[in-house]
């Protein structure tokens, strides 16, 4: 019996309230590490489809006006819109723009009311024609507004 009292195999009570300590330290660091990447990977998802639109409507735009000769071409900007319109016959024409802060090619939006197009621009520019687009998402308030810029040149006649 008195090699069982000997027998110390065990853990102390000091021994067992460090280890539980250690433990609650590492798991409380892993799970804020977990939770600033999920964090960090919604913002960037976010930035991406928000990036993901504005390429999208600007290659419609460009795609849209990249054949019109540049005597067809005249700006019809107005209070809260920011349109170009273009002969394309004798009779027809063709608008594109932003409307009331969406993007649209002859009266049709080309993008999704996830977005808020607001401020965004398309100017005649002498020969070339100047887009600034500022997208900003509908849906999550806290992501950042993005702007890009492009400007190509029309077609001499």
Excluded: C, W
């Excluded at 660091?29 to 919604?42: A, C, H, R």
């Excluded at 004798?90 to 993007?103: Q, S, W």
């Amino acid at each position: 019996m008195l090699s069982n009292i000997r027998n110390q195999k065990g853990l102390t009570l000091v021994e067992s309230l460090l280890s539980l300590i250690l433990f609650s330290i590492i798991g409380t660091v892993i799970y804020f590490v977990l939770l600033s990447g999920l964090n960090t990977e919604k913002k960037i998802y976010n930035e991406t489809l928000i990036r993901d639109e504005a390429d999208l409507v600007m290659s419609q735009i460009i795609d849209a006006l990249y054949t019109a000769p540049v005597s067809k071409v005249k700006d019809a900007s107005t209070g809260s819109q920011s349109l170009l319109v273009y002969e394309i016959g004798k009779n027809t024409t063709n608008t594109v723009g932003f409307v009331n802060h969406v993007p649209v090619i002859n009266g049709q939006s080309i993008s999704t009311n996830d977005y808020n197009f607001k401020d965004s621009t398309i100017v005649k520019v002498g020969k070339s024609v100047k887009i600034t687009l500022h997208v900003k998402s509908n849906k999550n308030e806290r992501a950042k507004t993005l702007t890009l810029q492009s400007q190509f040149g029309l077609l001499e006649e």
